[in-house]
Each structure stands twice: as C-alpha cells, then as structure tokens.
C-alpha cells in the first residue's frame, strides 16, 4: 500500500511560480513510478507529468512542456512539480499518483493523492 500527499498549492498570478510536493509512505514507495494529472472545473482528469523511480525518465504533457519539471528525492520519498510561467489555464485541483511500472503515456495509476488546489490570476 502506498499513501501520497500533496502540497504547496495556492493562489498565484499568471507569470509565478509554485512548487508542489508529494510524499510518499508505504514500504516501497521509492520504487513506484509517479505521475501528476490535474483536474479543472467541469473537466476530466489530464496527465500532467510522468517519473521513472529513478528519475532517469520523464514526460510532460505538449500544454506544460518547457514551464513545468517533475522531479524525485527517493531519499525523502517525495516527488516535486515545479511550475514556472503559470497561466490561468493551469488552475486546477493537482493530482500525485503512483503505478509500478513507468508508462508516460498510461492514466492508470495504482495509488493517488487527495489533490492540491492551484489557482492562477489573471
């Protein structure tokens, strides 16, 4: 069993940063892949951001590519979004899940966070 909690969310302006954190418990968190996904309003679930346990692999979604980077302290148990260039687009309750095997391209997760909400001004 794996249980992940998400934070860091807040309120922004468009053009700031955040940086979102997910820690991870359970006896081999580390070794799980990890992904976030992001839900607006009225909309479904998106992928947002995929890790390999190593932290060797990464994929990002076309719409965050080149502003936002996932990254892993497998030390801490924790993985980390941080979002440069926020746009109003990007608010959204942020979601941190965990599969154990790396597949960028999969929405099926094994384990998943109760989410952060992120909301960027215009």
């Known amino acids: 069993q794996v249980q992940l909690k998400e934070s860091g969310g807040g309120l922004v302006q468009a053009g700031g940063s955040l940086r979102l954190s997910c820690a991870a418990s359970?006896?081999?968190?580390?070794?799980?892949?990890k992904g976030w996904f992001r839900q607006a309003p009225g909309k479904e679930r998106e992928f947002v951001a995929a890790i390999s346990w190593s932290g060797g692999s990464t994929y990002y979604a076309d719409s965050v590519k080149g502003r936002f980077t996932i990254s892993r302290d497998n030390a801490k148990n924790t993985v980390y979004l941080q979002m440069n260039s926020l746009k109003p687009e990007d608010t959204a309750v942020y979601y941190c899940a965990a599969r154990e095997d790396y597949d960028p391209r999969s929405m099926q997760y094994d384990y998943w966070g109760q989410g952060t909400q992120v909301t960027v001004s215009s």
């Open positions: 359970g006896r081999t968190s580390s070794s799980y892949a």
